[in-house]
């Protein structure tokens, strides 16, 4: 009997150490309690609605009150409500018929079952109170950047944990590239997503997303975090190249010296952090022909036509500065296409050789010709001056289609 009363007053003895390790407070702790011991106590007297519950949590003990009712000896229909005149009188002497009746309970002396039911109910509970917490803290937390430790690594993910030790998770798809982190490293990502699923919290973090770009930049560049350089839109190919459009309502202010800072400065710890990742940032403005004549630098253009409705730029320029425009692997062209939200075209200049691949539609599918000019790569010279490689990259090609596309191509010059 007494080792059954020191297991349920070590529960309430407990409720310091859960809030230490679990971030859970103690008056939290303590209505948990409460409700375990009433939901035990409705299970085993169908009511618990005429018991009274005092948690003492500086001297970790408990108090459990029955009311019931005093009725005549020969009226008793429910004992878990009511006591007869004779029983009740034992204790109260003057006590009458209709009069309440209280008398403190020992839950021990309800056996040892009814202790086990009540630390599986609370052990259930705090489970779910856990997972509550976790769930709004993180929730509260998406699009900000946090730190924690690598814990374990597999093959598409990476299971790392918080100073609270809850688990987070950095899938493969959300590290850079040239990421190579290995176990207790501390690692900063951004808070993604929180997915609850069964209402158990998994938190996903990422470092390609273009919202944890710009929280360094809120952190590294003072103005960008008072508000007087304001990101406008950020585009990335993580670990390779990003380009970020930035204005200012202050003319006193550059807002891309603001964010470089001198020699660079401000920009090389985000760079760092982003394995070398190579940054543009480029002035916006509302006029799309400039916006897409900064977006492609540093190529030099020799004139753009917008069409507005389809969305699509024709941009011309100089044989020799189509290379800059496309950039390796295509990453300028198709960043720059994602910034501004035009499909750009590059046509060149200066070449009565050259032909454009919507003239060979008789010879190739329409499909393949947009997948190309989706790259950057609108004319034949265009196609047969790329690495064939990066084309079936970049444009989502079978090998074997692009060669063919090459060979067709290359027979107009022979």
Not at 42 to 55: G, Q, S
Not at 114 to 130: P, S, Y
Not at 196 to 204: E, L
Not at 398 to 414: N, P
């Amino acid at each position: 009997m007494a080792r059954q009363k020191e297991e349920v007053i070590s529960m309430v003895d407990t409720f310091q150490e859960f809030k230490e390790l679990k971030n859970i407070d103690r008056s939290t702790m303590i209505s948990v309690l409460e409700d375990t011991f009433r939901s035990v106590l409705a299970k085993m007297f169908e009511t618990d609605e005429n018991f009274d519950i005092i948690i003492n949590p500086d001297k970790g003990d408990f108090e459990i009150w029955k009311n019931r009712t005093v009725v005549a000896d020969d009226a008793l229909e429910n004992e878990n409500l009511q006591v007869t005149l004779t029983e009740a009188r034992k204790t109260v002497d003057d006590i009458e018929v209709g009069e309440d009746f209280t008398e403190q309970v020992h839950f021990e002396n309800f056996g040892r079952r009814a202790i086990l039911n009540l630390r599986q109910t609370l052990a259930a509970k705090i489970l779910e109170l856990q997972k509550d917490i976790l769930y709004n803290k993180y929730k509260d937390l998406i699009g900000r950047i946090t730190t924690a430790e690598v814990y374990q690594i597999w093959k598409r993910e990476m299971l790392m944990v918080d100073e609270d030790g809850n688990e987070l998770s950095l899938p493969r798809q959300e590290q850079i590239p040239s990421d190579n982190f290995h176990k207790n490293d501390q690692v900063r990502a951004v808070v993604l997503r929180v997915d609850n699923t069964n209402n158990n919290p998994k938190i996903i973090l990422s470092r390609t997303a273009p919202i944890f770009l710009q929280r360094l930049m809120e952190r590294e560049i003072p103005e960008v975090m008072e508000g007087i350089v304001r990101i406008v839109k950020i585009v990335r190919i993580p670990g390779e190249r990003a380009k970020i459009a930035v204005e200012t309502s202050d003319d006193r202010i550059d807002p891309v010296g603001a964010c470089v800072g001198a020699k660079g400065g401000r920009i090389h710890s985000i760079v760092r952090e982003l394995r070398g990742e190579n940054l543009d940032i480029i002035p916006y403005t509302s006029n799309p022909q400039l916006f897409i004549q900064r977006a492609l630098a540093p190529a030099s253009i020799s004139n753009i036509i917008v069409h507005e409705e389809s969305k699509t730029a024709e941009v011309y320029m100089q044989s020799e500065e189509v290379s800059m425009a496309i950039g390796k692997n295509g990453a300028n062209i198709k960043l720059a296409s994602l910034l501004t939200g035009y499909a750009i075209d590059v046509y060149r200049e200066g070449g009565s050789d050259d032909i454009f691949l919507d003239d060979f539609s008789d010879a190739i599918d329409k499909w393949i010709i947009d997948a190309l000019k989706g790259i950057g790569l609108a004319t034949a010279r265009a196609v047969l001056d790329a690495d064939p490689k990066m084309v079936a990259e970049q444009a989502d090609l079978e090998d074997e289609t692009v060669e063919e596309v090459r060979s067709i191509l290359a027979k107009e010059y022979e």
